[in-house]
């Protein structure tokens, strides 16, 4: 069995697209709800005065609150994606790295499916590995033609 990966980032810039995306949707949702709480509902609807001076602590905790909890749940959520992410493009690039060997000459090799690989990365992986068990199948049969 082959050495883990080490590289946090193994595919840098899809990546990063993937991280941008889900921390940009995590800010734009809390944002929006804050918006529709408090301005829509304490300033557009006519809500009596007695009730906004009852209402506005309350928003200036859920206010703080957001501020601290907020940048938790987005680290958190961010090491998860990452995470999950580096699952799937890990095996891609190792698929990528093995291939470049192959095409440099080394048909024998077989491209290893490994334990914590995605399920989805299997098909590829044996599906690689028929075509060059069939490669060396033609090579082989050619060679022995050639021999005769």
């Given amino acids: 069995m082959r050495e883990r990966r080490k590289t946090v980032m193994v595919h840098k810039k899809i990546q990063f697209i993937i991280l941008a995306f889900i921390t940009i949707s995590m800010l734009v949702w809390p944002a929006l709800l804050y918006y529709l709480i408090y301005y829509l509902m304490l300033r557009q609807m006519l809500v009596p005065e007695a009730i906004i001076n009852i209402l506005i602590p309350v928003f200036k905790k ?87």
Avoid: W
């Avoid at 580096?86 to 491209?111: A, M, S, V, Y």
């Fill in 62 to 148: 859920m206010t703080l609150i957001l501020l601290f909890i907020l940048p938790i749940v987005i680290v958190v959520i961010s090491k998860i994606s990452l995470a999950y992410s580096n699952k799937i493009l890990g095996p891609l690039k190792r698929i990528e790295k093995e291939l470049f060997e192959i095409t440099k000459g080394d048909i024998e090799n077989k491209i290893e499916i490994r334990k914590g690989d995605e399920v989805e990365v299997h098909g590829i992986i044996n599906e690689i590995n028929i075509l060059l068990d069939q490669l060396q199948k033609v090579i082989f049969d050619k060679e022995n033609k050639d021999k005769k």
